[in-house]
């Protein structure tokens, strides 16, 4: 009998992977035993000797180091997201302009944490671009935001739930910067207001895979499968954009 395949996956995967996971095993009759988390950490564990066959990360550069240490066979982006912003939905935040609501020293602004979790990196990408854009407000909100969840004692979120949805309806933040992804949770929710952020804020997310080394036949079968178009049509369904 074949060994279960051990994936190491980004957090906000897991909605997409779930279906996607299923119906792979189904098919090539090849278990898969998934890891979520943190991308940050998930690649500590593996330098640190944790083994698995494939990792899939929310950036690019978590993948090229393990590429560069020599513990990967093969990487590829595989699919893409963008930053999004959901807020508490009240007038004294929604009738600001999204940048002005930010900075309003009255509401708590939150991210995922930096190094640890690419959300977080990917956050303070857009405060770099707003200090370019508007010199000072960046490093005002790089030393006003937050970082509340993607750490080492992360939160456990309910079930339909998103971090940023999680951390407003328990009152330990006003708005989260998160991922687009997550739209289908966001929308249509009477407590939550969600900003799409225009250009030249747009800030883009590559989701890169690695399959780890010694390559197995099946976690190059699983790459595939993530790779080809039914794969990406599980990512797209849940809110990613395809790799094509």
Not at 3 to 18: E, K, Q, T, V
Not at 75 to 104: G, K, Y
Not at 161 to 183: F, K, N
Not at 201 to 224: C, G, S
């Amino acid at each position: 009998m074949t060994d279960p395949l051990r994936l190491y996956a980004a957090g906000s995967l897991r909605l997409a992977f779930a279906p996607l996971l299923a119906t792979f095993s189904e098919r090539y009759a090849v278990d898969v035993i998934p890891t979520f988390g943190p991308a940050g950490l998930l690649s500590e564990k593996i330098m640190y000797g944790d083994a698995v066959d494939i990792f899939a990360s929310a950036n690019c550069a978590h993948p090229l180091r393990l590429k560069a240490l020599g513990l990967t066979e093969e990487t590829s982006v595989f699919t893409r997201n963008h930053l999004c912003i959901v807020m508490r939905n009240v007038p004294e935040l929604t009738t600001q302009s999204w940048l002005m609501a930010l900075l309003d020293p009255r509401f708590v602004l939150s991210t995922s944490t930096p190094g640890s979790d690419p959300g977080g990196d990917y956050a303070f990408a857009l405060f770099e671009r707003i200090e370019r854009l508007h010199r000072g407000w960046g490093n005002q909100l790089r030393d006003k935001a937050k970082p509340l969840v993607g750490g080492a004692l992360d939160h456990a979120i309910p079930a339909g739930m998103t971090a940023g949805s999680y951390l407003i309806r328990t009152g330990q933040s006003d708005m989260h910067i998160g991922y687009a992804s997550y739209l289908p949770l966001l929308l249509n929710q009477p407590d939550l207001h969600v900003v799409h952020l225009p250009d030249p804020y747009r800030i883009d997310a590559e989701y890169m895979l690695a399959v780890m080394k010694p390559a197995r036949r099946e976690a190059r079968l699983l790459a595939n499968y993530l790779l080809s178009p039914e794969g990406q049509g599980f990512l797209v369904n849940k809110g990613f954009a395809s790799r094509f």
